[in-house]
């Protein structure tokens, strides 16, 4: 089993030399009832992979296609956007923002966003523990 460490996240250098960079990555988390347990508990999986997923990559597009028509960051928009509107901002945790899906592929879908950093692999200590803190109310 390989690990990862915070500073391979910020290198994009596997702890094991025989993996390659990183791409994509998601952390995806439900519990009863999508988890398909009588027993109320969560299930969470991190995803890494050297390929985007599919729907990541489509998001990636469009979100440049965004920066290149509009000359700004769609990630951060959807964040201003949602505080305005007040109906799917859900709130934010140090430089994370999070908002319910609009049209989700899942129940009770929210979308945590890194609003100082637009590469994960980059993003400082602070950053990724203020996401991983959104896993923890949202």
């Known amino acids: 089993m390989c690990q990862f460490t915070q500073n391979t996240a910020h290198d994009r250098r596997p702890v094991s030399p ?3 960079y990183l791409y994509s990555c998601a952390v995806l988390m439900n519990c009863l009832p999508p988890a398909g347990s009588t027993v109320v508990h969560p ?3 991190a995803l890494a992979s050297d390929q985007p997923f599919n ?3 489509e998001g990636d597009q469009k979100a440049e296609e965004y920066r290149k028509a509009n000359g700004r960051n769609y990630w951060r928009e959807i964040i201003t956007e949602e505080k305005k509107h007040k109906e799917r901002y859900l709130g934010s945790l140090g430089a994370s923002g ?3 899906a609009y049209s989700p592929t899942g129940s009770d879908e929210a979308w945590g966003i890194a609003c100082d950093v637009s590469d ?3 993003a400082s ?7 991983a803190g959104g896993f923890r109310v949202s």
């Open 18 to 20: 025989s993996l390659s």
């Open 125 to 131: 200590g602070d950053t990724l523990s203020d996401l």
């Open 43 to 45: 299930h969470m999986q």
């Open 120 to 122: 994960l692999t980059r």
């Open 98 to 100: 999070w908002v319910t």
């Open 55 to 57: 729907m990541l990559a």
